[in-house]
Protein backbone atom coordinates (compact mmCIF):
# COMPACT_ATOMS: atom_id res chain seq x y z
CA UNK A 1 0.00 0.00 0.00
CA UNK A 2 1.30 3.35 -1.08
CA UNK A 3 1.28 5.32 2.63
CA UNK A 4 1.02 8.97 1.00
CA UNK A 5 -2.17 10.27 1.44
CA UNK A 6 -3.04 6.94 3.18
CA UNK A 7 -6.05 7.30 6.24
CA UNK A 8 -5.09 5.30 9.11
CA UNK A 9 -6.96 5.01 12.41
CA UNK A 10 -4.72 3.20 15.02
CA UNK A 11 -6.64 2.09 17.74
CA UNK A 12 -4.95 0.96 20.64
CA UNK A 13 -3.81 1.56 24.55
CA UNK A 14 -0.90 3.84 25.88
CA UNK A 15 2.03 3.02 23.40
CA UNK A 16 -0.65 4.08 20.50
CA UNK A 17 -1.40 6.89 22.59
CA UNK A 18 2.58 7.76 23.04
CA UNK A 19 3.20 7.37 26.77
CA UNK A 20 7.21 7.41 27.06
CA UNK A 21 7.50 10.06 24.13
CA UNK A 22 8.99 13.52 24.60
CA UNK A 23 6.65 15.12 22.63
CA UNK A 24 3.26 14.14 20.44
CA UNK A 25 5.28 14.59 17.87
CA UNK A 26 7.88 11.49 18.42
CA UNK A 27 4.37 8.84 18.71
CA UNK A 28 5.09 6.65 16.18
CA UNK A 29 1.35 7.71 14.62
CA UNK A 30 2.82 11.10 14.12
CA UNK A 31 6.05 10.41 12.71
CA UNK A 32 4.62 7.94 10.19
CA UNK A 33 2.20 10.86 9.08
CA UNK A 34 5.08 13.29 8.62
CA UNK A 35 7.77 10.35 7.25
CA UNK A 36 5.58 9.13 4.95
CA UNK A 37 2.19 11.33 3.71
CA UNK A 38 -0.26 9.55 5.78
CA UNK A 39 -2.97 10.47 7.12
CA UNK A 40 -3.15 8.94 10.64
CA UNK A 41 -5.75 9.55 13.47
CA UNK A 42 -4.45 8.14 16.85
CA UNK A 43 -7.15 6.47 19.33
CA UNK A 44 -4.67 5.16 22.07
CA UNK A 45 -6.47 5.24 25.24
CA UNK A 46 -4.17 4.41 28.37
CA UNK A 47 -4.38 1.25 30.22
CA UNK A 48 -7.14 -0.59 27.39
CA UNK A 49 -7.78 -3.41 26.99
CA UNK A 50 -9.41 -6.18 24.41
CA UNK A 51 -11.60 -7.90 26.91
CA UNK A 52 -13.94 -6.22 28.73
CA UNK A 53 -13.21 -5.89 32.81
CA UNK A 54 -15.05 -7.62 35.73
CA UNK A 55 -13.81 -4.66 37.79
CA UNK A 56 -11.84 -1.45 36.79
CA UNK A 57 -8.19 -1.04 38.28
CA UNK A 58 -8.51 2.27 40.69
CA UNK A 59 -6.96 4.78 38.11
CA UNK A 60 -10.20 4.16 35.43
CA UNK A 61 -13.49 5.55 35.64
CA UNK A 62 -14.55 3.44 32.17
CA UNK A 63 -13.60 0.09 30.92
CA UNK A 64 -12.19 1.32 27.29
CA UNK A 65 -12.30 -1.91 25.76
CA UNK A 66 -11.50 -1.88 22.32
CA UNK A 67 -14.32 -3.39 20.29
CA UNK A 68 -16.68 -0.96 22.51
CA UNK A 69 -14.39 2.02 20.74
CA UNK A 70 -14.94 0.99 17.31
CA UNK A 71 -17.78 3.24 16.61
CA UNK A 72 -15.98 5.94 18.04
CA UNK A 73 -13.24 5.89 14.90
CA UNK A 74 -13.84 7.86 11.99
CA UNK A 75 -15.44 5.76 9.18
CA UNK A 76 -13.42 7.25 6.29
CA UNK A 77 -10.62 5.25 6.98
CA UNK A 78 -8.36 3.46 4.50
CA UNK A 79 -6.55 0.92 6.58
CA UNK A 80 -7.89 0.30 10.13
CA UNK A 81 -4.30 -0.88 12.33
CA UNK A 82 -5.25 -2.80 16.08
CA UNK A 83 -2.57 -2.51 18.29
CA UNK A 84 -2.84 -4.14 21.90
CA UNK A 85 -3.59 -6.97 24.14
CA UNK A 86 -0.68 -6.09 26.81
CA UNK A 87 -2.68 -4.59 29.65
CA UNK A 88 -5.16 -7.56 29.24
CA UNK A 89 -2.19 -9.68 30.28
CA UNK A 90 -0.54 -6.90 32.62
CA UNK A 91 -3.72 -6.46 34.65
CA UNK A 92 -6.83 -7.63 32.89
CA UNK A 93 -9.12 -9.75 34.71
CA UNK A 94 -10.79 -11.31 31.78
CA UNK A 95 -10.52 -14.85 31.13
CA UNK A 96 -8.68 -16.25 28.25
CA UNK A 97 -11.79 -17.99 27.35
CA UNK A 98 -11.70 -20.33 23.92
CA UNK A 99 -11.72 -19.70 20.33
CA UNK A 100 -15.57 -20.17 19.86
CA UNK A 101 -16.33 -16.82 22.12
CA UNK A 102 -17.97 -14.53 20.63
CA UNK A 103 -18.54 -11.80 23.76
CA UNK A 104 -15.83 -8.87 24.81
CA UNK A 105 -15.75 -11.02 27.90
CA UNK A 106 -12.93 -13.22 27.82
CA UNK A 107 -9.42 -12.34 25.68
CA UNK A 108 -10.80 -14.40 22.69
CA UNK A 109 -13.78 -13.14 22.34
CA UNK A 110 -12.95 -9.55 22.71
CA UNK A 111 -10.91 -10.52 20.02
CA UNK A 112 -13.86 -11.49 18.05
CA UNK A 113 -16.57 -9.01 18.60
CA UNK A 114 -13.81 -6.41 17.77
CA UNK A 115 -13.14 -8.42 14.46
CA UNK A 116 -16.35 -8.70 13.63
CA UNK A 117 -17.01 -4.70 14.86
CA UNK A 118 -14.35 -3.40 12.60
CA UNK A 119 -14.82 -5.56 9.56
CA UNK A 120 -18.74 -4.44 9.42
CA UNK A 121 -17.50 -0.98 9.95
CA UNK A 122 -14.97 -0.27 7.64
CA UNK A 123 -15.96 -2.74 4.82
CA UNK A 124 -13.29 -1.51 2.18
CA UNK A 125 -10.67 -0.95 4.76
CA UNK A 126 -7.63 -3.45 4.81
CA UNK A 127 -7.48 -4.19 8.90
CA UNK A 128 -4.23 -5.67 10.41
CA UNK A 129 -3.00 -6.17 13.99
CA UNK A 130 -0.17 -5.49 15.76
CA UNK A 131 1.17 -7.89 18.58
CA UNK A 132 2.18 -6.77 21.84
CA UNK A 133 5.90 -6.00 22.27
CA UNK A 134 8.37 -7.57 24.93
CA UNK A 135 8.11 -5.85 28.44
CA UNK A 136 10.79 -5.67 31.01
CA UNK A 137 8.58 -7.08 33.79
CA UNK A 138 7.38 -10.44 34.48
CA UNK A 139 6.40 -11.68 31.27
CA UNK A 140 5.66 -15.08 33.35
CA UNK A 141 2.67 -14.31 35.74
CA UNK A 142 3.19 -16.31 39.28
CA UNK A 143 -0.36 -16.20 40.56
CA UNK A 144 -1.18 -12.68 41.75
CA UNK A 145 -5.12 -13.23 41.68
CA UNK A 146 -6.32 -13.03 38.58
CA UNK A 147 -9.41 -14.85 37.42
CA UNK A 148 -7.83 -15.69 34.32
CA UNK A 149 -5.99 -18.76 33.90
CA UNK A 150 -2.16 -17.97 34.41
CA UNK A 151 -0.57 -17.68 30.80
CA UNK A 152 2.72 -15.93 29.68
CA UNK A 153 2.64 -12.95 27.28
CA UNK A 154 3.51 -14.91 24.37
CA UNK A 155 0.22 -16.90 24.81
CA UNK A 156 -1.68 -13.54 24.24
CA UNK A 157 0.66 -12.90 21.15
CA UNK A 158 -0.24 -16.63 19.61
CA UNK A 159 -4.11 -16.00 20.86
CA UNK A 160 -3.86 -12.48 18.64
CA UNK A 161 -2.07 -14.45 15.66
CA UNK A 162 -4.72 -17.26 16.07
CA UNK A 163 -8.07 -14.99 16.18
CA UNK A 164 -6.49 -12.75 13.03
CA UNK A 165 -5.62 -15.74 10.45
CA UNK A 166 -9.49 -16.56 11.12
CA UNK A 167 -10.78 -13.86 9.87
CA UNK A 168 -7.21 -14.23 7.06
CA UNK A 169 -6.41 -10.60 8.59
CA UNK A 170 -2.26 -9.60 8.52
CA UNK A 171 -0.33 -9.28 11.56
CA UNK A 172 2.96 -7.41 12.36
CA UNK A 173 4.48 -9.67 15.16
CA UNK A 174 6.01 -6.93 17.40
CA UNK A 175 6.66 -9.83 19.75
CA UNK A 176 9.33 -11.39 17.68
CA UNK A 177 10.08 -8.79 15.14
CA UNK A 178 10.25 -5.07 17.15
CA UNK A 179 14.17 -4.73 17.89
CA UNK A 180 13.18 -4.08 21.05
CA UNK A 181 13.63 -6.34 24.00
CA UNK A 182 14.11 -4.77 27.33
CA UNK A 183 14.57 -7.33 29.22
CA UNK A 184 18.50 -6.70 28.12
CA UNK A 185 19.91 -3.90 29.59
CA UNK A 186 21.29 -1.67 26.95
CA UNK A 187 18.30 -2.21 25.09
CA UNK A 188 15.62 -1.89 27.59
CA UNK A 189 18.11 1.78 27.71
CA UNK A 190 17.91 2.64 24.29
CA UNK A 191 14.59 2.04 23.39
CA UNK A 192 12.08 2.69 26.37
CA UNK A 193 11.31 4.95 29.37
CA UNK A 194 10.46 2.22 31.61
CA UNK A 195 10.72 -1.23 30.43
CA UNK A 196 7.37 -1.27 28.62
CA UNK A 197 6.90 1.96 26.94
CA UNK A 198 8.91 3.14 24.11
CA UNK A 199 10.78 6.76 23.94
CA UNK A 200 11.75 9.05 21.29
CA UNK A 201 14.50 6.16 19.66
CA UNK A 202 11.93 3.47 20.33
CA UNK A 203 8.74 5.27 19.00
CA UNK A 204 11.11 6.03 15.99
CA UNK A 205 12.00 2.26 15.36
CA UNK A 206 8.09 1.27 15.56
CA UNK A 207 7.22 3.63 13.17
CA UNK A 208 9.53 2.08 10.69
CA UNK A 209 8.93 -1.05 11.53
CA UNK A 210 5.23 -0.28 10.61
CA UNK A 211 5.38 1.52 7.81
CA UNK A 212 7.45 -1.15 5.92
CA UNK A 213 4.62 -3.76 6.73
CA UNK A 214 1.92 -1.26 5.73
CA UNK A 215 3.60 -1.06 2.58
CA UNK A 216 3.81 -4.55 1.84
CA UNK A 217 0.17 -4.92 2.39
Avoid at 11 to 33: K, P, V
Avoid at 136 to 147: I, L, T, V, Y
Avoid at 175 to 185: L, W
Wanted: charged content about 25%; aromatic content about 10%; hydrophobic content about 35%.
Amino acid sequence: MKLQGLKINFLGDSITEGCGASETRFRFTDRIAADYGAICRNYGIGGARIAKQTKLVPWETVDNYYSGRVETMDANADLVVIFGGTNDFGHGDAPLGQMSDRTPDTFYGGLHTLCQNVLKRFPKATVVFLTPLHRWNEENPCGDGKEQPVAVLKTYVEIIKEVAEYYALPVLDLFAESGIQPQVDFLKERYTVDGLHPNDLGYALLSRKIAAFIEKL
